[in-house]
């Protein structure tokens, strides 16, 4: 008997994003962007002010939220760096915790770490009267409220949100009604956000940067990377077994569209780009 389609468990999202990591050049791009851009956008956090507060929301397994660290530091060193997480996956907070832990170099920073998820957070901020602003925020790949947002920013604040550009957002402004219930925010695009932040009057910049998700493996019926793939697309577990024949026909005929994908070297690979906006007060 076939089994239902169902969401991905944290577990099994860990296994699909760790797959995704391995086959895309997501995190390439997003250091491209700290080593490139980011230097000179955290200069002019804290204005003098003898601690900077971070706040990283969707920070997964925290290694860019650490390389962030890294570059504050040493723009402003000595300077203390409370640094807050929101992150509602377990199994990567235990793997942030362990990075930090091995990191001797992250002298003078606190961690602070919230098992939830953005507006769990904020509805807990709300609830116990927080008034705590902060000096940078920096959003992955969530659709976090703008509104929200802006509440949590101190007068100077530097917001960043990196957000997908690409591929995604035709796939899944298609199929998601078909598709189980996920917060995934696949289908926002920076075309979405920067009419909000105009509206705002905020000031921003928008860096793009082209990635690319070796997707061949997800139309090989059985192929491990290939389920694994799916199931992130998707937010499905075992995608491959459990969707309709017709839905996984038509969801792999829509991944070879040009506005998706394109081949190189016999290879399918997925236009997963990339938009950093960065916003300043």
């Known amino acids: 008997v076939t089994q239902p389609m169902r969401s991905l468990t ?11 990591l391995n086959t895309s050049t997501e995190h390439q791009c997003m250091e491209q962007f700290n080593k490139e851009e980011l230097p000179n956008i955290v200069a002019s956090l804290g204005n003098g002010r003898s601690t900077i507060n971070v706040l990283g929301v969707g920070s997964g397994t925290g290694e860019q939220d ?12 000595g300077i203390l760096i409370n640094n807050e997480v929101i992150e509602p996956n377990p199994q990567h907070i235990l ?17 602070t770490w919230h098992q939830l998820t953005s507006m769990e957070y904020e509805k807990q901020a709300r609830a116990q009267n927080i008034q705590k602003k902060f000096d940078f925020i920096h959003l992955i790949q969530v659709h976090y409220k703008l509104v929200k947002l802006h509440s949590l920013a101190s007068d100077d604040a530097v917001r960043w949100i990196l957000i997908g550009n690409s591929g995604w957002a035709s796939i899944w402004r298609k199929y998601r009604h078909c598709l189980p219930p996920t917060d995934s925010g696949h289908y926002i695009t920076s075309d979405d956000i920067e009419p909000i932040l105009k509206d705002m009057g905020l000031n921003y910049q928008v860096y793009n940067f082209p990635s690319t998700w070796d997707i061949t493996e997800c139309f090989i019926d059985g192929d491990t990377i290939g389920g694994h793939t799916l199931d992130f697309l998707t937010g499905t577990k075992d995608f491959m077994n459990t969707a309709p024949h017709d839905l996984k026909q038509c969801l792999r005929q829509a991944l070879c569209q040009p506005e998706c994908s394109t081949k190189k070297d016999g290879r399918i690979v997925f236009r997963n780009d990339l938009s950093m906006i960065v916003i300043s007060s």
């Open 95 to 111: 793997t942030y915790k362990d990075a930090v832990r091995n990191s001797s170099d992250l002298k003078n920073v606190s961690f």
């Open 10 to 20: 944290v577990e099994e999202y860990t296994k699909a994003f760790k797959s995704f």
């Open 66 to 77: 650490l390389n962030m660290i890294r570059l504050i530091q040493a723009k402003h060193p």
